[in-house]
T-cell receptor, first 111, second 113 residues
Framework: DAKTTQPTSMDCAEGRAANLPCNHS???????VYWYRQIHSQGPQYIIH???NNETNEMASLIITEDRKSSTLILPHATLRDTAVYYC????????????FGKGTLLTVNP | DAGVIQSPRHEVTEMGQEVTLRCKPI?????LFWYRQTMMRGLELLIY????????DSGMPEDRFSAKMPNASFSTLKIQPSEPRDSAVYFC???????????FGPGTRLTVL
């Protein structure tokens, strides 16, 4: 599976949009982009995933560039409870169902 | 649904003792995963099952670790004998379909003295 690069940490003001970038320049055509987050001392939580098109759900939006080499997770109105480590994962699925978690981005939402 | 259930939540044991961690996946999920998380190595996949059959155990660190899934509603991860370097948080996760989201349990924090 393709490797991903994320900033180590980011800050965001409460109520503002949080935009978390991820580079995956070696992504293949059949690989998905997944985002998970891990709030301190809890298990990781699925947020959203996409292949080519932008995706939106009740938690976030995922913007994937046309060349698919990078993506951005958007939390439209960040709250203090969104403080967590956010993981961007490229995943093929099929016969190999391994999710490889990198170091992620520590997002700190400040009051 | 109660989500993925893990027990115990905390385990403290002495080096050389056997440790058994337990997991109950979400009902109806076909995939079950065991992960380990440490500060040094991050979150690592140890093994995963599909329909109770181990599919990939390449992440299991050594022979001291073993995992079983005797039925669709129960799995165990056993460490025998345990060592201090096994201290970590162990997560169990389950998933309904390939390429679908994984639901993680609350984890078991293991401390081996």
């Amino acid at each position: 599976d393709a490797k991903t690069t994320q900033p180590t940490s980011m800050d965001c003001a409460e109520g503002r949009a949080a935009n978390l970038p991820c580079n995956h320049s070696t992504i293949s055509g059949n690989e998905y982009v997944y985002w998970y987050r891990q709030i301190h001392s809890q298990g990781p939580q699925y947020i959203i995933h996409g292949l080519k098109n932008n995706e939106t759900n009740e938690m976030a939006s995922l913007i994937i560039t046309e060349d698919r080499k990078s993506s951005t997770l958007i939390l439209p109105h960040a709250t203090l409870r969104d403080t967590a480590v956010y993981y961007c994962i490229v995943f093929r699925g099929g016969s190999n169902y391994k999710l490889t978690f990198g170091k992620g981005t520590l997002l700190t939402v400040n009051p | 649904d109660a989500g993925v259930i893990q027990s115990p939540r905390h385990e403290v044991t002495e080096m050389g003792q056997e440790v058994t961690l337990r997991c109950k996946p979400i009902s109806g999920h076909d995939y079950l995963f065991w992960y380990r998380q440490t500060m040094m190595r991050g979150l690592e996949l140890l093994i995963y099952f599909n329909n109770n059959v181990p599919i990939d155990d390449s992440g299991m660190p050594e022979d001291r670790f073993s995992a079983k899934m005797p039925n669709a509603s129960f799995s165990t991860l056993k460490i025998q004998p345990s060592e201090p370097r096994d201290s970590a948080v162990y997560f169990c996760a389950s998933s309904g379909l390939v390429s679908n989201e994984q639901f993680f349990g609350p984890g078991t924090r293991l401390t081996v003295l």
